[in-house]
């Protein structure tokens, strides 16, 4: 299993390297568990050279479970270049397959604990509208592609756009931020935080538990990308603007 896990994972850095997908049929026989892919995905991120400066949690409703076959959520690591400002600009040619989501951001302003609650959490962290743009090292991936391939590959991590801090928010408001995309200045797609475990929270909660199973924490400066407010959409050319409520703010990215 050790030498498949290094297979696995070397052959995702040359996909990544060299923009050309694999075909994940021809890891169908892989033999990975769940636990046994976060190896993979752990070996994977290591040869990027770069540090981890987030997370991005996946699965997070009963909807997209049901697509993946789990009944949880699960992680990926987002290195530091994959972390864009609001108002981004980002090559089509860069990616693979992209997709594009609506999520909150919540960046650590201090490390977090496995014993905090979610008042706690929000205590120690600063929220920010976000856009995700999930992409794989494997082609014709969404929504094939088996769950142990998707957490290998960093939970599809593409890059993520986070846009400015909002203001404090409660657990309650939290629960029922709906949200608002155009693309080219027409109505895309629509969202609400509920869709992520009931509340974006509960996700930070859940990874932070998850987390510390490993001996590891979510550090100061972490970002978290706490899952999708609805379905994902292809990303294509052009100009997104996604709107959340309650004050939580704008986010823009630029696709060329």
């Known amino acids: 299993m050790v030498e498949k896990t290094e297979e696995l994972a070397q052959d ?12 994940w049929e021809d890891y169908r026989q892989s033999g990975l568990d769940p636990e046994s892919a976060y190896d993979v995905q752990h070996a994977f991120n290591s040869q990027k050279g770069e540090a981890v400066k987030g997370y991005k949690i996946s699965l997070t409703s009963k909807q997209t479970q049901d697509m993946f076959h789990s009944d949880s959520p699960l992680y990926g690591q987002i290195v530091a270049s994959a972390v864009l400002k609001d108002g981004a600009e980002l090559s089509l040619s860069e990616l693979n397959e992209p997709l594009l989501e609506l999520e909150l951001e919540f960046t650590a302003e201090e490390d ?3 014993d905090d609650d979610e008042e706690t959490l929000l205590k120690k962290t600063s929220i920010a509208p976000g ?10 991936w969404f929504p094939k592609l088996p769950l142990e391939l998707v957490i290998s590959d960093s939970a599809v991590c593409g890059r993520v756009v986070v846009g400015p801090k909002a203001p404090e928010l409660t657990v309650d ?14 109505a895309f797609m629509t969202g609400v935080s509920s869709e992520v475990l009931g509340n974006p929270v509960k996700a930070l909660k859940w990874l932070v538990t998850r987390l510390a199973r490993e001996g590891k924490k979510v550090t100061k400066g972490t970002t ?13 050319k052009g100009d997104y603007v996604a709107t959340f409520d309650h004050g939580v703010g704008t986010v823009t990215l630029h696709v060329r």
């Not at 995702?12 to 075909?23: D, F, N």
């Not at 856009?131 to 014709?140: A, H, L, T």
């Not at 408001?173 to 027409?186: M, R, V």
């Open 224 to 236: 978290v990308s706490t899952g999708t407010f609805c379905l994902p959409e292809k990303l294509k």
């Open 131 to 140: 856009i995700e743009v999930p992409d794989s090292r494997f082609g014709d």
């Open 12 to 23: 995702l850095y040359e996909a990544y390297q060299t923009g050309r997908a694999l075909r």
């Open 112 to 114: 977090l604990s496995v």
């Open 173 to 186: 408001q939290l629960s029922d931020i709906h949200t608002s995309a155009t693309f080219n200045g027409q």
